[in-house]
Nanobody
Framework: EVHIVESGGGVVQAGSALRLSCTVSGSTFDPAVIGWFRQAPGKEREGVSCISSIDAVGFYADSVKGRFSISNDKAKNTVYLEMNSLKPEDTAVYYC?????????WGRGTQVTVSS
């Protein structure tokens, strides 16, 4: 059974930084793509950032580009999302998704709250 565990969320003030972690275990093969999504109360889940395990190329939503940075530590089976200059609009539950060619799995999420 694949297990995806997110950590690093918390309550911070605007302008602060947080580092989210996503650790994937229980899979025979490494995920091809790992992505971060977020969902605020009453809103649809949206993509934030993702990274390819093949070429390490990262992609970012326009709303976070220049502020967030995604990286992959293959030795630890962990993907990080460095979030800088956080804004109240970034408040949401952040979910990690690991994707393989035949499907994918979700983590349970970690809460990020940014106050003014």
């Amino acid at each position: 059974e694949v297990h995806i565990v997110e950590s690093g969320g918390g309550v911070v003030q605007a302008g602060s930084a947080l580092r989210l972690s996503c650790t994937v275990s229980g899979s025979t093969f490494d995920p091809a793509v790992i992505g971060w999504f977020r969902q605020a109360p009453g809103k649809e889940r949206e993509g934030v950032s993702c990274i390819s395990s093949i070429d390490a190329v990262g992609f970012y939503a326009d709303s976070v580009k220049g502020r967030f940075s995604i990286s992959n530590d293959k030795a630890k089976n962990t993907v990080y999302l460095e979030m800088n200059s956080l804004k109240p609009e970034d408040t949401a539950v952040y979910y990690c998704h690991a994707g393989w060619r035949m499907g994918g799995s979700w983590g349970r999420g970690t809460q990020v709250t940014v106050s003014s």
